[in-house]
C-alpha cells in the first residue's frame, strides 16, 4: 500500500538544524512532484516548500527562505527538507505529501490543503525550544 513516512524531527535550540526525510513506498515516486506542509500548534496547514518530480525545480514559502532547503533522491524514493536556522516559529508538525505531476515534468504544487493531494503522511514533530 502507499505510505509517506517522515522521519528526522525532534527538540532542537533555536539556530540550530535539522533534516528531515520522508520515505515513499507502494506509488512511482519519480512521477510525483513533492511537497512538505507544516501545521504549528493550534494554526492552520502551511505549505512550506515543493518540489518537480526531477528534483530540478523547487519552490518555498518567504517564512522559510534562506533558511529551508528541498531535495529528493529519485533512486531512494526519499524526500529532504535541511532546515537551518531554526526558530521558534518553525515549531509545528511537518507532513509530505504527494501530486501526480500529469505531463509536466516542471510541475509542483503549493497548496496547503490535505484534500488537494493525492498522498500524505503522518507527519513528524519539530519543536524548537530553549
Known amino acids: 500500500q502507499v505510505q509517506l513516512v517522515e522521519s528526522g524531527g525532534g527538540l532542537v535550540q533555536p539556530g540550530g538544524s535539522l533534516r528531515l526525510s520522508c520515505a515513499a513506498s507502494g506509488f512511482t515516486f519519480s512521477s510525483y512532484a513533492m511537497s512538505w506542509v507544516r501545521q504549528a500548534p493550534g494554526k492552520g496547514l502551511e505549505w512550506v516548500s515543493a518540489?518537480?518530480?526531477?528534483?530540478?525545480?523547487?519552490d518555498i514559502a518567504d517564512s522559510v527562505k534562506g533558511r529551508f532547503t528541498i531535495s529528493r533522491d529519485n533512486a531512494k524514493n526519499t524526500l529532504y527538507l535541511q532546515m537551518n536556522r531554526l526558530q521558534r516559529e518553525d515549531t509545528a508538525v511537518y507532513y509530505c505529501a504527494a501530486k501526480h505531476s500529469g505531463s509536466s515534468s516542471n510541475y509542483y504544487y503549493t497548496g496547503s490543503a490535505k484534500g488537494r493531494y493525492d498522498y500524505w503522511g503522518q507527519g513528524t514533530q519539530v519543536t524548537v525550544s530553549s
Open positions: 518540489v518537480n518530480r526531477g528534483g530540478t525545480v523547487t
